[in-house]
């Protein structure tokens, strides 16, 4: 969804009661503040954060406040400035900002029983496009440079079948590789053909229409990528990172399952584990995005 | 009956989704629509409707269209976001000039998309230029639809524009880390593939006038070449099924007799879910009987700006449907309830049609412009629509009397429902809702819940609708004007002057909602019951009539099932929880669609063999979870 983040539009929210879109300038001492990535509808997403933080707010017992950053960069900029304490976050932005900031996982989503998905190269059926290999020269659609499911894990499908030489050289193998904006946007223009390929999410193919979805199937899988992360500012307090955990985890309840809807709609949480990134950090520094 | 409807899950995960052309049968949700670009298709819409709703074309600028996920409308929004102000498109809006309405629409619309693009163009850092660049690409969809109908070589250039555009504003990274710059040079030339398209097309100080206005290009439009741009509904609409899902209560079914067995009732079932029997709009539009009236009951959510004045209601004579059967009357009515069919006649609101066979015959013809439909075929609609059941009720006998298990304020409201007044002509309310004949007397009453005409007009009569069900199909009268059973209650106190007291009214109300209510009136989906499951079962039961088709050589009959049949069952699979068997679906359906295949070529050996691999597929699927 696109988003309107102008001057007009930045006062508009700002009025929204607790939430605003601009940078929190007064927050009170003991208010933890949430910074949050459109995915949508910016409206929506403020009418969302609303009914979150209002609830965590009742849950741990202090104020809660949310605003909406431009992108993932936004939100770790905000952390290392101390403008906000919790973010979400994509597993790859989270360990570059583990290792600039030194940003600490407190929750992994859930997916379908999971706190890890994959990255899938799609195609359409009807290519006759069989393997990787049959992609030299052909046109490819990721979802974005800085993304590991819509980008760096299924451009390492091709590393990792002797196609590509590192990921600096896709270039040379594909005929045009397209940085789309998104899944949804890779995936259509791969089903109505403007690319021959589609590199994104292992769900992305639920972005399409359901005759879209009938049409195309995918040729290679990554490895399990842990899911999009939760993470809190170096220095947060350990008490209030805890109740903001918990409170976070018994979204889980069946009781409370209907305000997971509020936040990306993943199916759940789990505390996360660091360990479990190791596999986006070694990936992050093939990419020469870590050292 | 197959469930066309793709659950929250799908919901939750294709918030993204866009829709754009032809909708087969099962509707998926629609990606949000900016709010000017909403208007302009509401506006495209409605224009296309006579007589011209000229108060929704002012709403569709002025408020949020209906389900926006934007608090304001189209005008406030452009206020707050952008610089090019609607004067003009207002002026010609309060002139009710339709080519000129559709002129600054859409010179709005192409004057926007380049607002944004400059400021993809200009923007500092490439969050705020992939910020501008979705912004543009979400306008440009506006008219999208119609540059791909009339121009695909433009729109595969535009497409690819696009990509071009998006992928050279470069990255911000991660505090630096992973950054690249924005390629300018390329960023122009992306840029300018879609401006001087836009330009030649949606820019143009004269258009040519249109007698059906649409997002087609200009240029298009002036080779005089024609084409029809695939039917779209316009931002607001809702098809999909209501939620929960009313049970479906088949008589057949409750004595243990499986559907299989009766393959005229399986083949109506089949007709009744299929859009392949109406013309268009409806049929590239997946309308179905079963998009009205879900699982034989109501659909209390459909809604379709200009046809419909609320959820639930339609005006199925309007201009969109079947343009020769435009009454030109707005009059759109409150979905009704098929429930106990063999039993509610006469048909239609006002009880015009004696014959339920002359009116699906008027439905499929009239209503939705489809093709006459062969005797077989309503014969099956009728054998399948004449099992449809009322939902068992335990607190109510089969001759309609309470039983112990009515609440008391039901057993006192039921004294009250048999007491004659005089204001009603010593009648009671059970005179015309009979309890023995399940609350109805197959009679046309005014009772004053319809506006006249005309002077002197005598077209008030309305049949008298059974109560049982009705718990569960509010609103309530035929235009759904009343919004509870209470509502009706007081309707009937305040006009007939009937003299209740408060607690007499509760009583009634009461019994009403114990009278229309069910043991269970919704389906219960869980993790093995599920949605997919449903489905599954019921086109694989519709399939089965291959059996009795293939051997008599019935082309015609089994290319109707084979084409609705499976585009419904690939467009089902989006609905399973479990995704790594959708293969498997997809070629089951393949497996369908080359029975069909085969007739067509008059391979009946062929046909055969697909139907007995279906068969055989088709069990192997279903004895795995989905």
Not at chain 1, 179 to 193: D, K, L, N, R, V
Request: charged share 20%; hydrophobic share 45%; net charge negative.
């Amino acid at each position: 969804m696109a988003i309107h983040l102008n001057r007009r539009t930045m006062l508009a929210l700002a009025g929204a009661g607790a939430v605003s879109l601009a940078t929190p300038l007064a927050a009170q001492d003991t208010a933890l503040r949430l910074a949050f990535i459109p995915q949508e509808n910016p409206e929506k997403l403020l009418g969302d954060i609303e009914a979150i933080t209002g609830w965590l707010a009742s849950e741990i017992d202090v104020p809660v406040e949310g605003f909406v950053t431009i992108d993932h960069a936004a939100a770790v900029e905000a952390l290392r400035n101390g403008d906000a304490d919790i973010s979400f976050m994509g597993a790859l932005p989270f360990v570059l900002a583990e290792a600039e900031i030194g940003a600490v996982p407190l929750l992994s989503e859930v997916y379908r029983d999971a706190p890890s998905y994959t990255g899938r190269i799609f195609v359409r059926r009807d290519s006759g496009i069989a393997g990787l290999a049959d992609l030299r020269g052909r046109d490819i659609a990721f979802a974005d440079p800085i993304s590991e499911s819509g980008y760096l894990y299924p451009l390492a499908e091709f590393v990792e079948a002797g196609l590509i030489d590192g990921p600096g050289a896709a270039e040379a193998f594909f005929g045009r590789v397209f940085f789309a904006g998104g899944y949804q946007q890779a995936m259509q223009a791969m089903a109505e053909g403007l690319v021959d390929a589609a590199g994104a999410s292992q769900y992305a193919d639920l972005l399409l229409t359901p005759q879209q979805q009938a049409q195309v199937t995918w040729i290679a899988e990554s490895p399990p990528i842990p899911s999009h992360v939760v993470i809190a500012r170096p220095g947060l307090d350990a008490e209030v990172q805890d109740r903001f955990t918990n409170a976070m985890l018994q979204l889980n309840e069946p009781e409370n399952r209907d305000k997971l809807r509020y936040l990306y709609g993943p199916d759940g949480y789990v505390r996360a584990d660091s360990a479990a990134y190791g596999g986006v950090r070694d990936m992050a520094r093939r990419y020469g995005l870590l050292e | 009956m197959i469930q066309k409807f793709l659950g929250a899950f799908i919901a939750a995960l294709a918030s993204a989704l866009v829709l754009s052309g032809p909708v087969a049968a099962t509707p998926a949700k629609e990606a949000p629509w900016l709010p000017e670009a909403a208007a302009y298709r509401l506006t495209l819409f409605l224009g296309n409707l006579e007589p011209l709703p000229w108060d929704d074309v002012g709403t569709a600028w002025a408020e949020p269209y209906r389900g926006s996920e934007f608090s304001v409308g189209a005008l406030a929004w452009l206020d707050g976001s952008s610089d090019i102000g609607p004067a003009p498109l207002l002026d010609a809006i309060t002139r009710e000039d339709r080519q000129a309405v559709f002129a600054e629409a859409t010179r709005l619309i192409a004057r926007r998309i380049d607002e944004e693009l400059d400021r993809a163009v200009m923007a500092d850092d490439p969050a705020r230029a992939q910020q501008a660049v979705r912004t543009a690409r979400e306008l440009y969809r506006a008219f999208a639809d119609g540059i791909a109908a009339a121009d695909p070589d433009a729109s595969r250039r535009i497409g690819l524009a696009w990509l071009e555009l998006n992928s050279s504003t470069g990255s911000a990274g991660v505090l630096g880390t992973g950054d690249t710059p924005a390629n300018r040079e390329t960023m122009e030339a992306a840029r300018g593939v879609i401006s001087g398209y836009l330009a030649e097309n949606y820019l143009v100080d004269d258009f040519t006038p249109r007698r059906t206005l649409s997002a087609l290009p200009e240029t298009f439009v002036l080779s005089g070449r024609t084409i029809e741009v695939p039917p779209s509904l316009p931002p607001g609409s809702d098809m999909f099924d209501q939620d929960p899902l009313p049970r479906l209560v088949l008589n057949f079914e409750e004595q243990g007799i499986d559907e299989t067995d009766l393959p005229l009732v399986a083949y109506g079932d089949m007709l009744f879910d299929s859009a392949q029997i109406f013309g268009n709009p409806a049929q590239d539009l997946g309308v179905a009987c079963s998009t009205c009236h879900n699982r034989s009951d109501v659909n209390q959510r459909l809604f379709i700006p200009g046809a419909s004045h609320q959820p639930g209601a339609i005006d199925v004579d309007g201009a969109f449907f079947n343009p020769i059967f435009n009454d030109r009357r707005d009059d759109p009515i409150d979905i009704p309830s098929l429930r106990g069919l063999r039993f509610t006649g006469p048909y239609g609101r006002d009880g015009r049609f004696a014959s339920l066979r002359d009116f699906t015959r008027n439905v499929i013809v009239n209503e939705f412009g489809g093709d006459e439909p062969t005797p077989f075929m309503l014969d099956a609609l009728l054998a399948y629509m004449l099992e449809f059941d009322f939902l068992p009720n335990s607190m109510l006998t089969p001759d309609g009397q309470l039983t112990e298990a009515a609440p008391e304020a039901a057993q006192r409201g039921e004294a009250i429902f048999n007491t004659p007044f005089a204001a009603l002509g010593d009648r009671s309310c059970a005179s015309c809702h009979v309890p023995d004949t399940n609350f109805l007397d197959r009679q046309a009453h005014d009772i004053g819940s319809v506006a006249s005409a005309y002077d002197g007009a005598r077209t008030g009569a309305m049949d008298t609708p059974t109560l049982l069900g009705t718990a569960y199909t509010a609103p309530y009268f035929h235009d759904g004007s009343l919004p509870t059973l209470a509502a009706v209650v007081d309707w009937f106190d305040e006009s007939k002057a009937l003299g209740l007291t408060a607690a007499e009214r509760a009583d009634l109300t009461a019994y009403l909602e114990t009278v229309g209510a069910a043991d269970e009136p919704y389906e219960a989906f869980d993790a093995e019951n599920t949605a997919f499951r449903l489905a599954f079962s019921e086109l694989t039961t519709f399939a089965s009539t291959l059996n009795t088709l293939l051997p008599q050589r019935d082309a015609e009959h089994i290319l109707l099932l084979t084409d609705t049949v499976a585009a419904d069952l690939s467009a089902d699979a989006s609905t399973m929880s479990n995704l790594a068997a959708r293969p498997e679906v997809y070629a089951l359906a393949e497996r369908l669609a080359e029975v069909g295949a085969a007739v067509r070529g008059e391979d009946w050996v062929a046909a055969e063999a697909s139907w007995t691999a279906f068969k055989s597929e088709a069990d192997a699927i279903e004895e795995r979870a989905f």
